[in-house]
Structure formats: structure tokens, C-alpha cells
């Protein structure tokens, strides 16, 4: 199966060369502010992508999907998609997990103090989860801010990795972080920011393959 990893194209979807692929990934910050009108072109957007599947998470920009968040469902899944908020799915026997949650962030949606609150979150991710999809990096895994050089990830997602054998995390939000690591378990992560540090959609969606009867992912 390819999967095409995307996140933070913030309204700047029509700016993107979307690779072929049999999935596509999008780790949130679909949008600038998250309005009615913001997400309705996304989802037309994602109407016209041939992706046989396409696996969509909120932002912490896409404030539509906190305060109604039927209505944002509604919208990406008239558009043949599936969103995610603290659910999975699966797919060709691959278990996919999404959540939009991060640590608090100014004032923005999705965000909840560091610690329990986000202990609670991270403990419904499945033990059998073999793709994670969220919008914050955990906490040391490419999650550097550009102004001090600090990790900003969040700690209680890096415990609950730990204790989970996800095989790829996708993720978003730090927008300079963009990039691909592995972690010392094998794990693939991918922070796959489209928007640069200054909002450019310049940084390019990142290509998997997963092969099923290894539980792997190789970057294409």
C-alpha cells in the first residue's frame, strides 16, 4: 500500500502536487482559521484527489472541528474521506489511529495541559494501532522550534509510544521540524509539514510504502 503523508497546508491545498499513491494521510491544519467556508474547499479538494482512501485529522487551526464538529465531519466525509478524531480504522488489515490533540499552544483548538490531560488521550490509542496520525510530534521526535532550538513535542505521547509498537507516526505542527526519523524501536516518523516556518507550501508531501506482512514502511 502507498501512502501519501501530508499536514499544515493551511488553505493552501490548491498550491500542491499531491503524489500518486493508494492512500492519503493528512495530519491536520487543514485550514487558516478553521472556518465553515475553509473547510468546504478543502473537502472539495479532496473530493478531486483519486486516493482510493484518504485519512484526514484536525489542527489546531481547524477550529470548525471543535466547535462543530459534525458539521466538519460531515463536510471531509462528503468529500469520499474519513476523519478522525480519537478513532481508528482499518484498512486492508492496516489499524490507522487518529487524534488532533497537542500541548496548549496560545489559544488555539485542540490544545490541553501537558500531562494528565494528555495521558487520558493518548491512552485510547489501541494497542494494535500500526499507523498513528497526529497533529503534535511527540516530545523529542522532530519537534524543534526554529527561535531556541527547544523540543516542544509532547511528553505523554512520547511515554504512550513506549508502551505501543506503532510501526509509522505521522504528524504535523512544527512547521521547520518537516522531516523523517526513525525512532530507536524502528518506529518511522514523519513530520510532514507542507507550510514552511514563514507559511510557504513549498516543503513536499512524503511517500510510504507499507508492507503488510512485515509490518513496515519504507520511505519512497
Known amino acids: 500500500m502507498r501512502m501519501v503523508c501530508l499536514s499544515d497546508t493551511h488553505g493552501m491545498h490548491d498550491e500542491i502536487v499531491v503524489p500518486e499513491g493508494d492512500l492519503l494521510i493528512h495530519a491536520g491544519d487543514l485550514t ?5 467556508r475553509e473547510v468546504t474547499r478543502v473537502a472539495e479538494w479532496l473530493a478531486d484527489l483519486n486516493h482510493r482512501h484518504k485519512l484526514v485529522i484536525a489542527g489546531n487551526h481547524d477550529f470548525l472541528f471543535e466547535s462543530d464538529s459534525e458539521r466538519g465531519r460531515a463536510l471531509i466525509e462528503s468529500a469520499g474521506a474519513t476523519y478522525l478524531q480519537d478513532e481508528g480504522v482499518e484498512i486492508d488489515g492496516v489499524h490507522f489511529w487518529g487524534s488532533p490533540w497537542q500541548p496548549w499552544f496560545h489559544d488555539w ?43 516542544v513535542g ?6 504512550r509510544l513506549r508502551e ?3 510501526r509509522l507516526h505521522v504528524f504535523g505542527h512544527i512547521h521547520e521540524a518537516y522531516g ?8 518511522l516518523s514523519i513530520n510532514a509539514s507542507i507550510a514552511t516556518l514563514r507559511y510557504e507550501p513549498t516543503q ?8 503488510e506482512a512485515f509490518r513496515t514502511a519504507t520511505i519512497v
Open 154 to 159: 509532547c511528553e505523554a505521547l512520547t511515554e
Open 164 to 166: 505501543l509498537d506503532v
Open 204 to 211: 513536499e508531501p512524503v511517500v510510504v510504502d507499507w508492507c
Open 32 to 36: 487558516g482559521r478553521g472556518t465553515s
Open 109 to 151: 483548538a485542540f490544545n490541553l495541559a501537558r500531562g494528565e490531560p494528555l495521558r487520558r488521550v493518548w491512552a485510547k490509542i489501541p494497542p494494535a494501532t500500526d499507523v498513528l496520525i497526529t497533529h503534535g510530534p511527540p516530545f523529542g521526535m522532530l519537534d524543534r522550534v526554529a527561535r531556541t532550538n527547544e523540543p
Open 180 to 187: 523523517v526519523d526513525v525512532a530507536l524501536d524502528g518506529r
